[in-house]
T-cell receptor
């Protein structure tokens, strides 16, 4: 069964810093990897989707990379803002299902 | 475009009572997921549908949980009887197919007292 791990579990940074969130997965046979954002008490919002054949995707201040062979992905957030404070979850789509990590809770301090 | 709609948003019930959650996926999305999310954890899959067929329900506690997706559109998740440990957020998601971007509803927060 696919296992997805996210490090760190929580992260606090001052506003304006660049930061990196990490995700690793055990089974490299994936269709794609998605990064989600979850605000307290809310559902998940899809941020970026990287197909298995791609190396990275960018959206605004967000850049996600994928190294399928090593089972790793990173989410880079540039010039962090207090509004970026949320939990970030990565999820991999395999042959059977969409598997989630436990998330990284990000706090950006004004 | 309307997103994934779930209802109710919140539900409080006494243990041993039944409860049902409803999900309306994005129009045209063939794949529908039900997830359970405990506080501070990532979502855990309960069941996945491709159209009206449940293609993976291996994580669904079938002694008390049931789900259906009639006509391959809306879906209902039921718990009967509910236990204290069922308190969690129940999330529904849909995608065009099993390999596509998944869109989530706001979730139903269940509290069993």
């Amino acid at each position: 069964k696919q296992e997805v791990t996210q490090i760190p579990a929580a992260l606090s940074v001052p506003e304006g810093e660049n930061l990196v969130l990490n995700c690793s997965f055990t089974d490299s046979a994936i269709y794609n990897l998605q990064w989600f954002r979850q605000d307290p008490g809310k559902g998940l919002t899809s941020l970026l989707l990287i197909q298995s054949s791609q190396r990275e995707q960018t959206s605004g201040r967000l850049n996600a990379s994928l190294d399928k062979s090593s089972g790793r992905s990173t989410l880079y957030i540039a010039a962090s803002q207090p509004g970026d404070s949320a939990t970030y979850l990565c999820a991999v789509t395999g042959a059977n299902n969409l598997f989630f990590g436990t998330g990284t809770r990000l706090t950006v301090i004004p | 475009e309307a997103g994934v709609v779930q209802s109710p948003r919140y539900k409080i019930i006494e243990k041993k009572q039944p409860v049902a959650f409803w999900c309306n996926p994005i129009s045209g999305h063939n794949t529908l997921y039900w997830y359970l999310q405990n506080l501070g954890q990532g979502p855990e899959l309960l069941i996945r549908y491709e159209n009206e067929e449940a293609v993976d329900d291996s994580q669904l506690p079938k002694d008390r949980f049931s789900a259906e997706r009639l006509k391959g559109v809306d879906s209902t998740l039921k718990i009967q009887p509910a236990e204290l440990g069922d308190s969690a957020v129940y999330l529904c998601a849909s995608s065009l197919d099993g390999a596509g971007r998944a869109f989530f509803g706001q979730g139903t927060r269940l509290t069993v007292v």
